[in-house]
């Protein structure tokens, strides 16, 4: 694969805008850079970059968020997390581009929608609503590497306080980057190449990392979600209409 300097461009980029969202709202990378990266790299590069960088930077981080950690159980949701990741990436090397852009930008409008009105309902936890969620996530997770939008509504749902649903939904996610890394490997989308991807992209990854976090120490929940959702917004529509013109 030739990594040249426009291809590295947009996908810093993307990393760049996702890895602050990420670190800001505890969600977000997944579904902010997925859509950027294919713009420039097949479904399977793709996938594999988002869920190593979400896997790396999060398992760096896991000891400050822990500590915020709600304490309830969520077995049942690991549980069918687990099971669904696997089904879903059976079917990621059917998509062609085109497929996956479009299917991308779709689920990230839906999920927009679904915070904007997240604000309108709670609800609280149950098992059922547990495997509920955690079968979809697994689906979302294995097919496009973004099993955040079930999570991220399920999770600001039940849980009111914004340390507690970060630190909740940034412990869901690096289990589901996990998850992903297990099932890309044995898919055989792990290459050299996404390899050399990760190692040029992770420095950006760091100081949007460091940067998100910064912004949440300082303004904590006050304006996180407006912006957050204004971005995903942007580059939804982006992606469906580059999927559609693809088609």
């Known amino acids: 694969m030739n990594l040249s300097f426009d291809l590295m461009l947009t996908i810093w980029a993307g990393v760049a805008v996702a890895s602050v969202l990420r670190a800001f709202t505890g969600f977000g990378f997944a579904l902010a850079a997925v859509?950027?990266?294919?713009?420039?790299?097949?479904?399977?590069?793709?996938?594999?970059?988002?869920?190593?960088?979400?896997?790396a930077t999060s398992s760096?981080?896991?000891?400050?968020?822990?500590?915020?950690?709600?304490?309830?159980?969520?077995?049942?949701?690991?549980?069918?997390?687990?099971?669904?990741?696997?089904?879903g990436v059976v079917f990621l090397s059917s998509l062609e581009r085109s497929q996956f852009q479009l299917l991308a930008g779709v689920i990230l409008l839906?999920?927009?929608?679904?915070l904007v009105f997240s604000r309108r309902f709670s609800f609280s936890g149950s098992t059922f609503k547990d495997l509920f969620t955690g079968s979809a996530a697994g689906l979302l997770n294995g097919l496009l590497s973004m099993p955040g939008p079930p999570l991220i509504v399920y999770v600001l749902a039940t849980e009111k306080d914004p340390a507690q649903s970060r630190a909740l939904l940034m412990t869901l996610l690096l289990v589901s980057a996990a998850l992903a890394l297990v099932n890309f490997t044995w898919m055989g989308f792990v290459t050299i190449d996404s390899l050399w991807l990760f190692l040029l992209a992770w420095p950006v990854m760091l100081l949007g990392d460091r940067l998100g976090n910064h912004w949440f120490a300082s303004y904590g929940s006050q304006q996180y979600r407006r912006v957050a959702i204004g971005v995903l917004v942007l580059i939804a529509l982006s992606s469906v209409a580059s999927g559609i013109g693809r088609l």
């Open 35 to 55: 859509p950027i990266f294919i713009w420039v790299l097949p479904p399977s590069l793709a996938v594999v970059l988002s869920a190593s960088l979400v896997f």
């Open 60 to 87: 760096l981080r896991f000891g400050a968020f822990k500590k915020a950690l709600p304490k309830r159980k969520i077995s049942g949701l690991l549980v069918t997390l687990v099971v669904f990741s696997s089904v």
């Open 110 to 114: 839906i999920a927009c929608l679904l």
